[in-house]
């Protein structure tokens, strides 16, 4: 703990999703958009997508999380919120930084969904071919 801020801000993205997320000492209380964690993402995985940052670092119920997400659909949304856990407890603690970077938690996800072409009906699929 080298700084003394009341709250640690930060931004993630994924795909077409960004959350801003807010770190706040607290006892663990965690609100996105508003609503509780398990009622905007009900599934498990995307819950346990968001948690992993706190459990690698130690830190699951330290802080109360509030994230704002928009864009995307819900694993987009996940991967974001995981990317602004991951940022704000670096600047919480510079020290966390190579435990989080060495599980990928620090690097923004580069993937986004490829444009349709003219002519074709997808991105790759092409019309079927006939020879007569």
């Known amino acids: 703990m080298t ?4 709250s640690f801000d930060a931004t993630g993205r994924r795909k077409e999703a960004v959350a801003r997320v807010r770190l706040i000492p607290g006892e663990g ?3 996105v958009n508003d609503r509780p964690l398990d009622d905007y993402f009900k599934r ?6 968001i948690e992993e940052p ?4 130690n830190t699951i119920g330290k802080f109360d999380i509030f ?3 928009k864009g995307g659909g819900l694993t987009g949304q996940a991967g974001a919120v995981r ?3 991951a940022r704000a ?3 919480y603690d510079e020290s966390l930084r190579p435990i989080l970077r060495q599980r990928g938690f620090l690097t923004r996800d580069p993937r986004m969904v490829e444009r349709k072409k003219y002519g074709q009906p997808k991105a790759r699929k092409r019309f079927q071919f006939s020879k007569r």
């Open 3 to 6: 700084t003394k801020l009341t």
């Open 29 to 31: 209380k965690m609100v």
């Open 44 to 49: 498990e995985t995307l819950k346990m997508i």
């Open 54 to 57: 706190l459990h690698l670092t």
């Open 67 to 69: 994230a704002r997400v």
């Open 83 to 85: 990317l602004g856990i």
């Open 89 to 91: 407890l670096v600047q």
